[in-house]
Every structure is written in C-alpha cells, then in structure tokens.
C-alpha cells in the first residue's frame, strides 16, 4: 500500500512540474531558457520543495523510511539554495534589462515581505501565549526585530531582506556593476558565515 502511494504521489509530483514544458530539438536554441516566466516556475519547483521538506519533518508519518515524502527529509538546503539562486539571477537580470528597475525596489520587493512576517510573528506569539510561554521585554524585541523567532523557520525573512537592502545600495550607488558584483557577493559571503555561528540561523 505505502509503495503505490509512493508511486503516485512521485508520478503526479513529476507530472505537474513538467506540465507545459517543451522539447528542444537538435540545433535549436531555447532563447527563453531563463526568461522571467521560466525563472518564476523554476523557484515555484523549489518553494513545492522546501514546502514538502518542512512537511516531512512536521509529521513523523510522512518522514520515516519508506514515507511517501522521506526523499525530502535532507533535501530542504539544496531547494533554498536554489531558490535563493534564481532569486538573485532574476535580480540581476532585471537590473541589466529593466530601465530605473531599483526605483520603488523597497515596495515593489521588500514591503510584502516584511507585511508577512509581520503577520505570522502576531500568530505564533499569540499561539505561544495561548500556550503559557513568556518572554524577557529584550527577547522579545528581538523577535519583532528578526534576529531571534518565535518560530525557527522565520530565518529566510530577515536573511533575504538583507540581501535585497544590499543590492538596492549597492548598485544604486556603485556605477560600475563588476564592483557591484563582487560587493554583492562579499555580503553573501559575509551572512553565509554569520549563520553558520548563529543558533538562530542553522
């Protein structure tokens, strides 16, 4: 019974990200490869992932050997990684195509971000109030503030905003892009450290 249902789920898993995808023939050359459309079914294919990751380790039923979502118990890091990828290739590739792409960066990317955060915070402290937890007046400012959570997962919130705030200042002020990009990634290079030695983060 559990290897039929591995069978399906995985047969229809494949078949949805599939779904529209076309065949390139010998020596023809996909121009739209990496097109905006494709880039955003690309992360849609990572999100499905890391959301079926979180599933997994939420529901030990899920998750044991033989589980119809065991394959992704370890696979998370290698989904947000590469959502993390596209995010920043669809970045840039924005900024070179797009005439006065940073004007209303911060609202057009950041604002629907931070409202999200926002929300979910209110909805894990009021469950964990509901719940008898309490915090210091300092943890909990912490906890609006993102460098500490009331749910663990929050860490890609702060960690992407402040990879959008940078690359806003940086190529918004630095007119040469190669000195831009090597900036961009000193900061990725920079948080990448800072969470590998920060609880919070791993």
Request: proline share 1%; with cysteine; glycine share 6%.
């Amino acid at each position: 019974m559990v290897f039929c249902l591995n069978i399906a789920f995985y047969f229809i898993f494949t078949v949805l990200i599939f779904y529209g995808a076309r065949y390139s023939y010998k020596g023809f050359f996909e121009e739209e490869y990496l097109s905006l459309n494709a880039c955003k079914n690309l992360q849609g294919i990572a999100a499905i992932g890391i959301l079926l990751h979180h599933f997994c380790w939420f529901s030990p039923v899920l998750n044991i050997d033989g589980g119809i979502l065991s394959l992704f118990k370890n696979l998370g890091y290698i989904f947000v990684a590469f959502f993390f990828f596209i995010s920043g290739f669809g970045l840039i590739s924005s900024l070179n195509s797009k005439k006065d792409y940073l004007n209303n960066f911060f609202s057009k990317r950041m604002l629907s971000i931070i409202i999200c955060f926002y929300i979910m915070n209110i909805f894990y402290f009021s469950w964990d109030l509901i719940n008898g937890s309490n915090y210091s007046n300092f943890d909990l400012i912490l906890k609006i503030i993102g460098i500490s959570f009331f749910n663990d997962g929050s860490w890609y919130i702060p960690a992407i905003l402040i990879l959008y705030t940078s690359f806003y200042f940086i190529f918004k002020n630095v007119k040469d892009k190669r000195v831009g990009y090597c900036l961009i990634f000193l900061i990725i290079l920079l948080e990448t450290l800072f969470f590998l030695f920060t609880t919070n983060y791993r």
